[in-house]
């Protein structure tokens, strides 16, 4: 690394100009966070059934009593031994972000389209203790776009991150968001993907400030299973 090496004042000068920068990206956060809580919702009319360790249940008792309801739609598809690396490097900061998140009204899960019995056998090689679901058989991962069809796959295009996408595959990363009122109804109210699930990643905000940074060749091609890191 070649850095420039100044004395203490010189660093503070530097330091302060770059606060301007730090709070000007703040407040522009905050406003992004306006708009998000103020975007519409959508009704969600039509019944979704998960496999869990309690049996078929609906999305609406996937809320577990809260109001609000975020998803980890995390790439797993039937056949497959593992999870995606990246998406499990996102499900090991659940648990820690869930002891809190659980007593503010939000419960936080994971969803994948793999079977249950594949998706536990992968939870408790990781020791995840959070609530992970099968989609095994429903819509709901190619409903929220996050999975694919083979005839969709073939066509060379997906729409993928509100648009169409430059890659194809079957399963893609997001994060939803869902609500449900005092009548019962459910309501999707976001949805992130591409990058934007980074929001799951908060290892990446530590690296951000590591003298190196994220310190990438080519994306994330450094994550491992955490299992797997010699």
């Avoid at 996102?90 to 249950?116: E, K, Q, Y």
């Avoid at 099968?134 to 991962?141: I, K, L, P, V």
Wanted: with cysteine; hydrophobic share 35%.
């Amino acid at each position: 690394m070649q850095h420039a090496v100044v004395t203490r004042d010189e660093w503070l000068n530097a330091r302060r100009e770059m606060l301007k920068a730090e709070k000007e990206l703040t407040r522009l956060g905050d406003k992004v966070t306006r708009e998000r809580l103020a975007l519409p919702w959508v009704r969600i009319g039509k019944e979704y059934v998960f496999d869990t360790l309690e049996g078929r249940r609906g999305l609406a008792d996937l809320f577990d009593g809260r109001s609000q309801l975020l998803v980890q739609h995390l790439m797993f598809a039937p056949g497959r031994k593992e999870a995606c690396p990246s998406c499990s490097f996102m499900a090991d900061h659940i648990d820690g972000m869930n002891r809190h998140l659980a007593h503010h009204d939000v419960t936080l899960i994971a969803v994948s389209r793999a079977p249950l019995a594949e998706i536990e056998a992968y939870r408790n090689r990781m020791g995840w203790q959070f609530t992970w679901v099968s989609s095994f058989g429903s819509d709901f991962n190619y409903d929220f776009r996050v999975s694919f069809t083979p005839e969709e796959i073939a066509s060379g295009h997906i729409d993928y991150n509100f648009g169409e996408w430059a890659h194809t595959g079957e399963e893609w990363p997001g994060v939803s968001a869902f609500y449900r009122d005092d009548a019962g109804e459910l309501f999707h109210t976001y949805s992130t993907y591409g990058r934007g699930v980074e929001v799951m990643m908060g290892t990446y905000n530590m690296l951000d400030l590591a003298p190196k940074g994220r310190n990438e060749s080519s994306g994330m091609d450094w994550v491992r299973r955490h299992d797997r890191y010699e």
